[in-house]
């Protein structure tokens, strides 16, 4: 009987001397993470304190003010009390510089300080590592061989394709319509800049618009704006451990899956298209390649110089940024017309006068429209589809004001604000398309839709050209007017979305 119980004490002393070790080790991580975040916290305090905040919680930041889906309209509130600039505090050892002031974003974007990791890190495991979060070398060399891609000769036919892709979507309408004249714009016109993206950049033959395939794609890139936004506002989420382990961080392996099912099966299939002697012949002639070709020939002609990875990297990036920025611009544009009958009559006036009754667009067209332009601009000021971009400062950095900041600190460029900053644009809320009219001055960085310097966007002039494409075409086949139940809520994602979809009632022309 002694034997007996002897064991199982044996076997309690030894459990409770691990879970002492535990205990300890445990009290010892945690002190370490207290010592961590007091210091971290202490070096952020003295690195900001010439730039005054509103008041933040130690631990929370300021949380409580900003509302998971009011960020944008929080930053519009504080402007006038923090001109220029302040802290924003995401939790007690996080914060950032939130930047509006044309000059603070002149100096910032003059400089060539590396992408934030802690505001892109999140978006690595989809989009890899592609020309929108390299730097250094890396970026250089992968800049330089893709702006070719972006070359004149190479964006004018793609006015064509442009146009055949917004017109099936215009078609899919007027279907539509005779159901039920409203509209949700957003998910109609992400699958049609897909469509085109993947005809231009991706040699694609037909149009996804008229498969079902692509909806899972376009899903999957909203669920992983929400989610990549949601992990970078939770403290608890930031450990990459951690976060798979979550629901959110499950939701997002699945969606990054789906995503990248989609950019395999286009480069398969490129790829196999090149095994045929005919088409590698004619690319081999053809004086520019477009966006995929170059990636798939730099890898062909020096098998080092483009991994798998970096090709699927690239693909994943251009895949994203070329359709998800346009569907947004887009989408934006026809609510701001919708809005405002009298310029949507304007344009419509300028582009009839242009292409008379038959639709059909190219690239001489789409410098002769000049008041549509000025209404497109000023819809991208109102509604930038990129809100907010981030960057780490390498070195200190001295603003004209005379304030500055030590280097490691992160400066949120935010665009949207910059955009609505009264002290910038009078009246900012008001759409008034003269601020765009030839002679108008600005502060050459008071309008950065497509941010400025170095790391502006490549995809700048072929973005340009499908906004005019789809304004063009759509005015001319339809009358839009809001839809006054369903007023749309700008929220800050990756890009530009509404919080309850883009509504609108849509009418045929006769
Ligand atoms: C209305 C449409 C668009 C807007 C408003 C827009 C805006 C921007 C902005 C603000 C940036 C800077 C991002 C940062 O600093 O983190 C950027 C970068 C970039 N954009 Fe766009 N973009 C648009 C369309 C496009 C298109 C159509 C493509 C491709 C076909 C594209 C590809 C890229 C890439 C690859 C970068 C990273 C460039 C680099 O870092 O060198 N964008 N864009």
Known sequence: ???????????????????????????????????????????????????????????????????????LQQFLKWIDKFPCAFPRWLWGSNAFLSVYDPDYMKTILGRSDPKSIDAYGFL???????????????????????????????????????????????????????????????????????DTIMKCAFSYQHSIQLGRNSHSYIQAVGNLSNLVFSRMRNAFYQNDVIYRMTPDGR??????????????????????????????ENIRKKRHLDFLDILLCAKMENGSSLSNEDLRAEVDTFMFEGH??????ISWILYALAMHP????????????????????????????????????EALRIYPPVPIVSRVLSKPITFPDGRSLPKGITVSLNF??????????????????????????????????????????????????????????TLLRFELSPDPTRVPIPISRVVLRSLNGIYLHVKKLH
């Open 416 to 473: 949207h604000t910059l955009h609505h900053n009264p002290k910038v644009w009078s009246n900012p809320e008001v759409f008034d398309p003269f601020r765009f009219a030839p002679g108008a001055v600005q502060h050459s960085h008071a309008f950065l839709p497509f941010s400025g310097g170095s790391r502006n966007c490549i995809g700048k002039q072929f973005a340009m050209n499908e906004l005019k494409v789809a304004v063009a075409l």
């Open 324 to 329: 998800d920025t346009t569907a947004s611009g």
């Open 1 to 71: 009987m002694s034997v007996f119980m002897s064991i199982p004490t044996g076997v309690l002393g030894g459990i409770a001397g691990v879970l002492q070790v535990i205990s300890l080790l445990s009290l010892v991580l945690l002190l370490f993470k207290v010592a961590q975040f007091y210091l971290h916290r202490q070096w952020l305090l003295k690195a900001l304190q010439q730039f005054p905040s509103p008041p933040s919680h130690w631990l929370f930041g300021h949380n409580r003010e900003f509302q998971k889906n009011e960020e």
């Open 251 to 280: 939701s997002a392996h699945h969606a990054c899956q789906i995503a990248h099912k989609h950019t395999d099966q286009v480069i398969k299939q490129r790829k196999a298209h090149l095994q045929n002697e005919i088409e590698l």
């Open 124 to 194: 690595r495991p989809w989009i890899g590592n592609g020309l929108l979060l390299l730097n250094g070398q890396a970026w250089f060399q992968h800049r330089r061989m893709l702006t070719p891609a972006f070359h004149y000769d190479i964006l004018k036919p793609y006015v064509g394709l442009m146009a055949n892709s917004v017109q099936i979507m215009l078609d899919k309408w007027e279907k539509r319509i005779t159901q039920d004249p409203y509209l949700e714009l957003f998910e109609h016109v992400s699958l049609m800049t897909l």
């Open 342 to 377: 009298k310029h949507q009559q304007s344009c419509r006036e300028e582009i009839q006068s242009l292409l008379g009754d038959r639709a059909i667009i190219t690239w001489d067209h789409l410098d002769q429209m000049p008041y549509t332009t000025m209404c497109i601009k």
